[in-house]
């Protein structure tokens, strides 16, 4: 596999890194953990989509294969889980609901957004996307 292509954006003083690969992006959260931070995530998601589109077709020369609307619903899906598993981990402080949400959080925190030749799941971030975020068709 390929060395990916590092990229560091900016949703207002937070930077966030971003790899890309042939038909793959990923976007790491981990270093957010507060609800305020999270919240920016969210509020600045579709801008944050439309400069990584752009960078990767700058990058490889054609477009990434996922739509808009679909990166949304997974970058927002795993945003939702991780905040919830975060939540867990501080809230509940019992053993195997600790070990569970630690997981959950590592997990659902790096955000792999695949072609739909190379990630398994694209088919449910499509249909959330169709049936949840129309408007960013």
């Known amino acids: 596999m390929s060395k990916p292509h590092t990229k560091t954006y900016f949703i207002k003083n937070l930077p966030l890194e971003v790899s890309f690969r042939p038909k793959v992006i990923s ?20 801008s944050l989509v439309e400069e990584i589109k752009h960078d990767y077709e700058q ?10 609307a679909s990166l949304i619903a997974e970058i927002w899906g795993h945003l939702m889980a991780y905040r919830i598993a975060l939540g867990f ?17 590592f997990r659902s925190a790096v955000v792999d957004c695949g072609e739909t030749k190379v990630d398994t799941n694209r088919w449910f971030w499509d249909m959330t996307a169709w049936a949840f975020f129309r408007k960013y068709r």
Request: glycine share 2%; proline share 6%.
């Open 27 to 46: 976007i790491d959260f981990r270093p957010y953990k507060q609800k305020q931070e999270l919240n920016l995530l969210y509020k600045h998601c579709v």
């Open 59 to 68: 990058h490889y020369g054609k477009p990434l294969k996922i739509s808009k």
């Open 89 to 105: 981990k501080t809230h509940l402080k019992v053993w195997p609901i600790q070990n569970f949400a630690k997981f959950a959080a």
